[in-house]
């Protein structure tokens, strides 16, 4: 409402500008249905008669970042992973980014500050623009906390839902979760024994083309953003099935007895690593076991428990069979 | 990236679940378009081979609203108008919300924090569902101030930018603005003497069918969001031309005397009232003057002044031809 933080770069439109220079750089030329880009009231894209995926996560700072952990480009490349990742989840291809960011003082006051936020946004940029993904719009506004706001949109002709797991199908992951959990909290413990690990809590690096050979076979999937638990409730619960993890198949994932020494060392319980690291954005899926082999087994898919009749009145997710009441990471 | 929020409602599926009820609720059907609702990793909508115009707008607490001036319910209504108004500016009409909130301290204590939140949900819906639009996904984060982050679609066969403005066209209102500026002046100083104009700064009550009158002839269309001098520039930027606004045709509009008389009861200038008054989401747009005619005149169109060829570099504003730099309001 008030006019008070005009003028700190010359005008918003001044940063607009240096912005949508950003998005509308790089390689790839400009999308044939993209029909008017950043700088109207809104952006507009020609559709073809196919489904359109739409997302939106909100980011807030301290929340779901802080600045003594990471740098602006890596939030911004994890905030595009997120949404990425969520337009992925239904199997659908994303293509395009609204991005809208609250600024506070820090972010205010000279070039420097203005570099600061090219940064995050040069994050966004380099790794949506790594999936062909272009920014079209978004908003700028000011606030007392960094926050981002992204919404993503993809289109195709095929869609997974989280709703379609039957009685008898396994459920399957790509990659053994936990690494996250465990790189965040080296963060807050300041110290550093697996780098890896915490480089994948900061801007985690995810295979999403895996997501359309999975799409191929998978009755649902979804990636996970706050939990292997958390997620297989969601399929559970829109399912309308119970889903049982073992925790025998989680120990014999190749990776288990890495993660389970750094967990150990970081007094973690290696097994609670596993099923609450949230922000992973690996996916996580239920299909028919003898549609595996056109998976190529292990290579996409590690079967790691089973979709049963449910027993109660929602879907629920049980661990060797015993109601699992840990949900992972939530943000709220 | 932490988890301490957890519970405070049961979940956040618990809060997301409330709002999908409401979101969900109203007379109108399911579209046959909407796919998938909210509740997955995104929602689908099926395209029909038309133009999509995308939005989004940011608001924060403090900088766009304050919650000693309005209520909850008028926040939300508020904050549909201004996105709509983004959608019906491109000549396109709205039809999907995705809306993002992070919410503070106040929010998470009890039932009745959680009905303050479904008033904020309640003023979007019925505001966005009187034109149809439905909210079909978001996010919930936590923060410290209330931060509404909204993004609209929506979908037609024609478009209207700002770029298109033609040397001879002129430019034209439908409403004088000036009210919301004067009914937030009234709000900072704890008076009401209009209680019209307060209200239409609380929220808005806009005649978007008229945007859809005025796309037929207009040349280039915005809403005024920031003011009148600032769309204007807008519309004069990205058409590369210059544009007079004359205070003589200001002064003959009908509703000039009211508008002059308030403002000068609350010491403002009341051509700086009318130039500079944001968020009044009413149509600006350029059109040849005899086009006109086929809009009916005064009912769907103003005439306040003239599109020339631009002298400088790019396209300026003038008001009696000096340069104006008055801005309007920014919230950035």
Redesign the interface.
Known sequence: ???D??G?YG??SE?IAALATLFQSGAEKIPADL??DI??????????????????????E?????MEYSDLYSIGKKAAVANL???F??G?RPR?F??????DERFLHNESSKNSILELARGIHDQASQFGVRV??????????L?I?I?????GSK?V???GAKVGDGLFITQLPGRSLLG?EQLRKGINIDGESIAHHLAPEVDFEKFFTISRSATAL??ISDGLISEAGHIAR?SEVDINIESAALKHHPNFEKISELAKELGIDPIAAIIESG?EHFPIFTSRIDELGKLDGMKNGFKIGDVLAKAGESGRVMLDFQEEKR??????
Chains 1, 2 share one sequence.
């Open positions: 409402m008030s006019g933080y005009r700190r005008s918003e940063l029909i008017v700088g109207d009231d809104a952006a507009i894209i020609q559709t073809a008669g196919d489904l359109m995926a739409l997302s939106s996560d909100l980011l807030v301290g929340t779901h970042f802080k990742a969520d337009i989840a239904m659908i395009f609204l991005v809208s960011v609250a600024l079209i719009g978004g908003d700028i506004a000011r606030s007392d906390r926050t706001s919404t993503a949109l993809g289109n869609k839902t989280r709703s965040l979804c990636d829109a922000e949900s992972g990471f939530s943000h709220f």
